[in-house]
């Protein structure tokens, strides 16, 4: 079955660096798209790729079948869901996983 | 960058009425959009999958009868929730890209509520 992995959970103190994992059983998938969500807000891609990629505080490491998001200096304002999605030449159709809850203490 | 809008974006209604969403690309051609659902504490969940000027593509247990999609134009696409029931309840949300495997961009959700 086609899924995406990732903890339900993250905590962190504002300054460090912050690791998401993500892993999937997707066939045919080989991209990454990491998506921050506030909820009633539109989720808001951050990176992506098939191969590690820097935007900004965010960073994205790569294998076949997993990736990991990486924030720097993560702040309080950046307690929010993250969420990995993977997809291929599906026509555009991304598999989310769960969701990672970031919280961060100052 | 590129904006999708969603309208309504809460909806409240008895029991038995049906509901339709509009999602529209406002500066690019969307040739497929996706609906998705979310309920409180999960994940999004794909529903189906718009095309433009054809069917659209529900994923397994999503019942095409009850969430009916038309995408008749490269920029709107549209869910209509039929007898519409409390169950339904949820948070409903379309994203939209131009080309397949391009990123989807998405719009700011429709919280749906029904008494």
């Known amino acids: 079955k086609d899924q995406v992995f990732q903890p339900s959970t993250v905590a962190s103190s504002e300054g460090a660096v912050v690791e998401i994992f993500c892993n999937h059983s997707v066939s045919n998938a080989y991209n990454f798209f990491w998506y921050l969500h506030f909820p009633g807000c539109a989720p808001r891609l951050l990176v992506k790729g098939s191969k590690p990629s820097q935007q900004g505080r965010y960073n994205m490491t790569y294998e076949r079948f997993s990736s990991s998001l990486l924030i720097l200096q993560v702040r309080e304002a950046d307690a929010a869901v993250y969420y990995c999605?993977?997809?291929?030449?599906?026509?555009?159709?991304?598999?989310f996983g769960q969701g990672t809850e970031l919280s961060v203490k100052p | 960058g590129a904006v999708v809008s969603q309208h309504p974006s809460w909806v409240i209604c008895k029991s038995g009425t049906s509901v339709k969403i509009e999602c529209r690309s406002l500066d690019f051609q969307a040739t497929t959009m996706f609906w998705y659902r979310q309920f409180p504490k999960q994940s999004l969940m794909l529903m189906a999958t718009s095309n433009e000027g054809s069917k659209a593509t529900y994923e397994q247990g999503v019942e095409k009868d009850k969430f009916l999609i038309n995408h008749a134009s490269l920029t709107l696409s549209t869910l209509t929730v039929t007898s519409a029931h409390p169950e339904d309840s949820s948070f409903y949300i379309c994203?939209?890209?131009?080309?397949?495997?391009?990123?989807?961009?998405f719009g700011d959700g429709t919280r749906l509520s029904i008494l």
């Open positions: 999605a993977c997809g291929g030449n599906q026509g555009g159709k991304l598999i």
């Open positions: 994203s939209a890209n131009g080309q397949a495997n391009k990123p989807q961009h």
